[in-house]
């Protein structure tokens, strides 16, 4: 197909769709396996509230100390400062920031994780009550026997 001033326009086709397409899986190239015990689930929100969320505050926290002596050394004193002190004071506020919503998302995962095997089994109950409400067949009789 031509393009203004002669230019072939450049496409691909596709005869078939790809023997893995991607995303990971099994080893046999089925797609992935989502399944996990209501065990497997409360050990990984165990680790998370044990191990992960607690690590990752140690983490964020570990440069306060150092960080607010680098704003304290380059501080003004006696009217003049350094520049470098306001933007380690701000890049450390926001440091705080990120590890704080990291430490959310921890603990919001590890909530969906404890809630999952409830809420999925409280769905099903849900979907199977409203599955089985009053049909016009309950209020059919059978006919007289002879």
Known sequence: ???????????????QYPADPGGGG?????????????AE?????????NDIEPDTKKAGAWADDETSAVVKAFD???GHGWLTSGAVGK???????????????LSGDESAL????????????????KARTV???DTYSSPPAH
């Open 26 to 38: 099994s080893a046999g190239g089925g797609g992935p396996d989502l399944a996990s015990s209501p």
């Open 76 to 78: 003004a004193k006696d």
């Open 1 to 15: 197909m031509a393009g203004s001033g002669g230019e072939r326009a450049v496409g691909m086709r596709l005869n």
């Open 91 to 105: 890049a450390h506020k926001t440091w705080g920031e990120q590890v704080q919503n990291l430490v959310n998302q």
């Open 114 to 129: 404890r809630a999952d095997t409830t809420l999925l089994s409280g769905t099903d109950v849900g979907v199977g009550d």
């Open 135 to 137: 049909s016009v067949f």
């Open 41 to 49: 689930k409360k050990a990984a929100a165990d680790t998370l509230h």
